[in-house]
């Protein structure tokens, strides 16, 4: 992608699972505010089809293959219509092994077959949901309190968009009660589960209608478990 750009400078992959895309964020945000780069290309593919088995209904239709560009750069030098300070990031990691995709090189070590259901995308969906949930509550409220906001002064909420359910319970353990559409949209029903990119096309379909000084947060939460999270203030509009 640097090079088809004709980007100076340098570029390198990533890969945090869920949360691949708040990862990669907060390590642009650190290398332009520590100045080892001025400007930072966030391109966020998501191709999650070869990692699901078509033969398991009860996966395969969960997700879907996305790609989303974000760009981080100096404040000065940002003339967008739409664009937002980052007040504080925070990335945290669990280990667990209740999300996983099996598939790799020990396929061909072991003389597996690849098209076993053991070798794809893998959870066990009622233990992620009872531990996810409670982390990233706490890591959201964490981060907005070190940004030097309450739950309540945040505007937004763009949510990891795996499951409308754990979104509505994190809301819930925020606000206090259930939030709605406006205040954490949900774009499952449009793209279905992709993955780290999920808050990202959330924030890129509901930001727009923000006013200057409105606060939000992006989060993303998953395999690893990984939790991601930027807590971000709109700016005003470039003259």
């Known amino acids: 992608m640097q090079d088809a750009l004709g980007i100076e400078g340098f570029g390198f992959d990533m890969l945090v699972a869920c949360s691949a895309a708040t990862f990669a964020l907060q390590r642009a945000y650190e290398m332009v ?3 080892t780069a001025g400007c930072v290309l966030v ?3 998501e191709l999650t089809s070869p990692q699901n088995n078509f033969r398991d209904r009860d996966s395969h239709f969960i997700f879907g293959d996305v790609a989303t560009a974000t760009i981080i750069e100096d404040a000065e030098n940002c003339n967008s219509q739409h664009s937002y300070d980052i007040l504080f990031t925070r990335a945290e990691t669990v280990f667990s092994n209740n999300i ?3 598939i790799g090189y020990m396929v061909n ?3 597996d077959d690849p098209f076993r259901e053991y070798n794809y995308f893998h959870q066990e969906g009622r233990k992620v949901f009872k531990e996810v949930c409670p982390m990233a509550a706490d890591h959201i409220e964490y981060s907005v309190n070190k940004a030097g906001l309450e739950t309540g002064d945040v505007r937004r909420w763009w949510l990891h968009q795996a499951n409308i359910n754990m979104n509505q319970l994190i809301a819930k353990k925020l606000l206090g009660r259930m939030p709605d559409g406006d205040e954490a949209p949900i774009v499952l029903d449009q793209y ?3 993955a ?3 808050s990202l096309i959330a924030f890129n379909l509901h930001h727009e209608d923000l006013i200057a000084g409105d606060h939000g947060v992006i989060c993303s939460f ?3 478990y990984s939790i991601g999270s930027l807590v ?3 700016r005003a509009a470039a003259s």
């Open 33 to 35: 505010k520590a100045g």
């Open 43 to 45: 391109i966020n593919p």
């Open 100 to 102: 996983r995709s099996n």
């Open 109 to 111: 070590a072991n003389d």
């Open 192 to 194: 279905a589960n992709t």
């Open 196 to 198: 780290s990119a999920g």
């Open 222 to 224: 998953g395999a690893g």
């Open 232 to 234: 971000v203030r709109k």
